[in-house]
């Protein structure tokens, strides 16, 4: 049984932090590049940032470029989102998606997490 479960999402100010973890099981996670997604309310899925499976190269989406920070700790089976500076803008459910390096698939999907960025 593959397992991708987000935490860490909270109503929060803006300019305030948030951390966002995934805890995945059923699966060989350390094989597997690792990505977050977000949809925003009446919006489309949006690509936020990804991580290789050696995890030593990392990406951002424009929006996320200075304020976004993804990691992994593959001794745990996790996947962490450090979010900075957030904006209103950054309101949306987010996922944690692992993708097929081979064909650009993204083939297991969590439940999501929602950041709500308001004052």
């Known amino acids: 049984e593959v397992q991708l479960v987000e935490s860490g999402g909270d109503l929060v100010q803006p300019g305030g932090s948030l951390r966002l973890s995934c805890a995945a099981s059923?699966?060989?996670?350390?094989?597997?590049?690792m990505n977050w997604v977000r949809q925003a309310p009446g919006k489309g899925l949006e690509w936020v940032s990804a991580?290789?499976?050696?995890?030593?190269?990392?990406s951002y989406a424009d929006s996320a470029k200075g304020r976004f920070t993804i990691s992994r700790d593959d001794a745990k089976n996790t996947l962490t989102l450090q979010i900075n500076s957030l904006k209103p803008e950054d309101t949306a459910v987010y996922y944690c998606?692992?993708?097929?390096?081979?064909?650009?698939?993204?083939?297991?999907w969590g439940q999501g997490t929602q950041v709500t960025v308001s004052s």
């Open positions: 059923g699966f060989t996670f350390s094989s597997y590049y």
């Open positions: 998606v692992a993708m097929d390096g081979s064909s650009d698939t993204w083939e297991y």
């Open positions: 991580i290789n499976s050696g995890g030593g190269i990392t």
